[in-house]
């Protein structure tokens, strides 16, 4: 492997050798080439340099022309208009002159008839006058008896206003204390519910061991004598030592403490003769607990078991017995402190159940979830119940009591408020009687003063008319006098202007303008053809120079591959000399170590053998086994099938099950637990008897004794949601309001942005354009929520025109104009803008770098560009581009004053 590398390295060095002397003749190639480009690039811009002074002589000489030309033809359209203006004044003054004097003869006719009109109106006047005194009376009268009406029906609507607040309150307060009614009245029945439970349970024996539980059963019913019952249910535990008790009494938590030792021994016949198991006995008249030892004072010991509960003074010898040599400390740290003591050492538990033996063993972890609420929380739940549920009976009680007294006072509110109602619709009629007498009279009043005033702004105006007719036509024939000697005037004026226009011409001045741009035109084409060849001849040599470098570079990078393929070479002949003296050390390691596998491999053929033996006897048995679990499950559940369809057909029944099958024995209803004799097969006679009564429970139906207590529940939800939906009814009352207010707050808001954002468009685009204008535009300002933008520009020599009409670099100017007038109104921490200078030329882009520069104190542009004017006033520039390889690279530069350094 390492002669194959260094071949391969020889025979790259020498193809690197060839391709670094055939670069070098193309660099030396290039470099001519470079010069004379360069020399024709120099002679061309100085050709082009010559043709920009002779454009720039034609130019001056065309606009000298075109200023005497401007100039005439400015001089003769101020004659034309002087003149079209003197004309229009003459055919004003005629046609004044002649409106005049047929004004004059139609205001004499008219004098006449006011004069006529005038004394009608006077003799109408005073009719009218005589006919207002007499409504006026009649209205105040009214007026009158309406007031005093009025002010009756406000004093029995504030009376109901003030009526109706105080039943809606009192209702609201009966309907708050009736849900706290009905909440108290369920705590109340699951509180029963659950101490009738706990009462069943207890005198059941539920929880307890068979044996146990007979025992208990048979003492409720009077077959046993002297049994006080299981320890756990004659001591009163605290609930922070619940679980410490039950884990240092254990098992002897059940045992069952009875009155002497007679009792003992014949409840322990009692179960053997029954068969009801096994059950340990504490009587009390035999019972010698151990003498108890001083407790340790130390630290974290709550005292002996037995001191730490409460119970009757008859059962202390079996507390002392059971509890009397535990002692109860808060953790296995203190447990540890005094099992390790010397002399007496007792058994411990910690608060949390841990125990400790007085041989050391310890015992503890965590319980399994079923463990907890046992026998003592269950006893402690018991004797609490009473209590709480007197308490909530109580609270049920005096809630009823208050609800009651509302009920009386809305009662007696609402009558009260049914007669302040009739009060005031007997009044709302005279009311409304005399409010129609009332319009009827003002109608009249108001009829009367309207025909007075009327006449009387008829004969007033027509005194001033007649005044006026004197005063205007005087007026008039003065008006004509003037008239008649501005028309003379305006005839000489107009014959003068008529000469003086005849007299001039601008043919000559016109023909020289048009000389002057033709050879400006031809100047300017040859000006375009020599910018086309430098700049052809700039490429070129940009082109030239370009292709020297990237061998320079190739050149380079020949060198340095060149040296390491060198020293590569030198380092692999000394790896070679390396590599050969450990290959001979370790070929005569080679058979020993062979030879020694080909027996281990030997070995292990045989062990697999066995192994594979061995596993398919497993197999065989997993499948038996599993087979014999299948089958057994599949008979358990054929025999639950059975027991299921006799409960359904017979109700509750004790069944007489074999040995080994496990089954749950059902409660001991003796009245309603049918106990059904041991059959082979089922009698005819029974299956028909079985197939009638089925056919009478399918007929009966379904039955719902709940019905009662499910249609309260229903009620009482019912009124709870009337209430929730009166509240959300309000509360989207609430909603509506707010969002009215918040449609108002964003019309301001947006119209106020509008108006600062289009005042800026207005001004960014004059500066992007160096001219022209632009305006934003609402197309539906009426609905702020749905309207849009309309962008209106007018670039500089073009007629006003939308966004669709302009070229691409006015559309992109115009969106550079509104992208900078948007972050000037309201600055952003950063905007991207993406090559926005494509389609401008160099002068664009001058006038938007400089309004980026301004805006960049405001915010941070992220600008992709091509364009090296734009680059310029970066602060941090990132370059991407692909090498030979096809692999992007990236190049970031950041501007440090001056020069560029890397940016970090």
Request: negative net charge; without cysteine.
């Amino acid at each position: 492997e390492m002669a194959r590398e260094q071949a391969v390295a020889r025979e790259r060095i020498r193809s690197l050798k060839a391709e670094q002397d055939r670069l070098e003749a193309e660099i030396e190639l290039l470099t001519e080439s470079i010069r004379a480009e360069e020399t024709r690039w120099q002679e061309a811009r100085t050709a082009l340099n010559a043709i920009h002074e002779e454009r720039n002589h034609h130019q001056r000489q065309l606009l000298e022309a075109q200023a005497a030309l401007q100039a005439l033809e400015a001089e003769r359209l101020e004659t034309e208009r002087a003149l079209n203006e003197a004309r229009a004044r003459l055919m004003e003054l005629t046609t004044a002159i002649h409106d005049r004097e047929s004004r004059i003869a139609h205001a004499q006719e008219q004098r006449q008839a006011l004069k006529e009109q005038l004394a009608h109106s006077q003799e109408a006047m005073t009719e009218a006058e005589a006919r207002i005194i007499d409504l006026q009376a009649q209205w105040d009268a009214i007026s009158a008896r309406l007031q005093d009406i009025g002010r009756r029906i406000s004093d029995l609507q504030e009376k109901h206003r003030l009526a109706e607040a105080r039943e809606r309150e009192m209702v609201v307060r009966r309907a708050r204390l009736e849900r706290q009614r009905n909440e108290f009245m369920a705590q109340a029945r699951e509180l029963q519910a659950r101490y009738d439970l706990l009462d069943r349970l207890r005198a059941e024996g539920e929880g307890l061991f068979a044996g146990v539980k007979q025992v208990v059963r048979a003492s409720h019913q009077g077959q046993l004598q002297g049994v006080l019952g299981p320890i756990a249910t004659l001591i009163q535990v605290p609930d922070h030592l619940e679980q410490a008790i039950e884990v240092a009494l254990g098992g002897r938590l059940q045992d069952v403490v009875v009155a002497s030792w007679d009792d003992a021994q014949a409840a322990i016949d009692y179960l053997k003769r029954t068969r009801g198991g096994r059950a340990t006995f504490l009587p009390l008249d035999n019972l010698r607990p151990q003498r108890r030892q001083n407790a340790p004072r130390e630290k974290g010991v709550l005292g002996w078991a037995a001191d730490l509960i409460a119970y009757q003074r008859e059962i202390e010898p079996a507390v002392e017995l059971l509890l009397g040599q535990i002692l109860v400390v808060e953790d296995l740290n203190v447990a540890r402190r005094i099992s390790r003591g010397r002399g007496y050492r007792p058994r411990i538990v910690t608060l949390e159940g841990d125990y400790v033996h007085p041989g050391g063993s310890v015992s503890g972890g965590s319980r399994h979830q079923r463990q907890k609420g046992g026998v003592l929380a269950r006893e402690r739940e018991y004797r609490q119940l009473p209590d709480q549920i007197a308490k909530a009976q109580g609270r049920v009680k005096r809630l009823e009591e208050e609800i009651e007294s509302l009920s009386q006072a809305i009662a007696a509110i609402e009558e009260e408020r049914t007669h302040l109602v009739q009060a005031a619709s007997e009044l709302g009629a005279q009311e409304k009687a005399l409010t129609s007498e009332l319009a009827q009279v003002q109608s009249a009043l108001d009829q009367a003063r309207q025909l007075h005033a009327w006449h009387e702004a008829q004969a007033q105006e027509r005194k001033l008319e007649l005044e006026n007719f004197g005063r205007r036509l005087a007026q008039l024939r003065e008006e004509i006098a003037a008239l008649s000697q501005e028309r003379t005037a305006s005839d000489n004026r107009i014959a003068a202007l008529e000469e003086k226009l005849a007299a001039m011409g601008s043919a000559g001045l016109m023909q020289a303008v048009a000389q002057a741009q033709a050879r400006l035109d031809a100047i300017e084409e040859r000006v375009r053809a020599q910018a086309a060849i430098a700049m052809e001849l700039e490429q070129r040599l940009a082109k030239v120079r370009e292709d020297r470098t990237r061998r320079q570079a190739r050149m380079e990078a020949i060198d340095q591959e060149w040296r390491a393929l060198e020293e590569r070479l030198t380092a692999l002949a000394e790896a070679m000399d390396q590599t050969n003296h450990r290959y001979e050390a370790l070929r005569g390691q080679i058979e020993p170590a062979q030879a020694e596998l080909d027996a281990v491999e030997n070995g292990w053929i045989e062990h697999d053998a066995r192994g594979e033996a061995l596993r398919a006897r497993l197999h065989q048995e997993e499948r038996q086994l599993n087979q014999a679990q299948l089958a057994q499950q599949r008979a358990e559940d054929h025999l639950k099938y059975l027991r299921k369809q006799i409960e359904n057909d017979f109700g509750l029944v004790a069944f007489e099950n074999e040995a080994g099958v496990a089954s749950q024995e059902p409660l001991p209803f003796d009245r309603i637990v049918t106990t059904l004799p041991r059959l082979t097969e089922i009698p005819p006679e029974t299956q028909a008897e079985i197939r009638r009564l089925k056919a009478l429970l399918r007929r009966l139906g379904p039955v719902n004794p709940e019905a009662q207590a499910e249609y309260q529940a229903t009620k009482e939800r019912f009124e709870f949601l009337t209430q929730q939906s009166q509240d959300l009814e309000e509360a989207a009352g609430q909603l509506d309001q707010v969002i009215r207010e918040l449609d108002q707050l964003m019309d301001q808001e947006f119209r106020r942005t509008f108006k600062a954002v289009a005042k800026a468009f207005t001004h960014y685009f004059t500066r992007l354009f160096g001219g022209g204008t632009a305006k934003l535009t609402l197309t539906d300002p009426k609905d702020i929520t749905n309207t849009g933008v309309e962008i209106i520009a007018r670039p500089p020599g073009k007629r006003p025109a939308n966004l669709t009409m302009l070229s691409g670099g006015e559309r992109a100017l115009t969106a550079s104009a509104l992208i900078f007038a948007i972050i000037s109104v309201s600055p952003t921490p950063f905007a991207v803008l993406d090559e926005i200078d494509a389609a401008l030329d160099e002068a664009n882009i001058g006038r938007v770098r400089d309004a980026l520069t301004e805006l960049s104190e405001k915010a941070q542009f992220i600008i992709i560009t091509h364009s090296r004017a734009t680059l310029e006033i970066a602060d941090t520039i990132y370059g991407v581009s692909m090498g030979q390889d096809g692999i992007s690279q990236v190049l970031s530069l950041k501007l440090d004053g001056d020069r560029l350094a890397k940016a970090a």
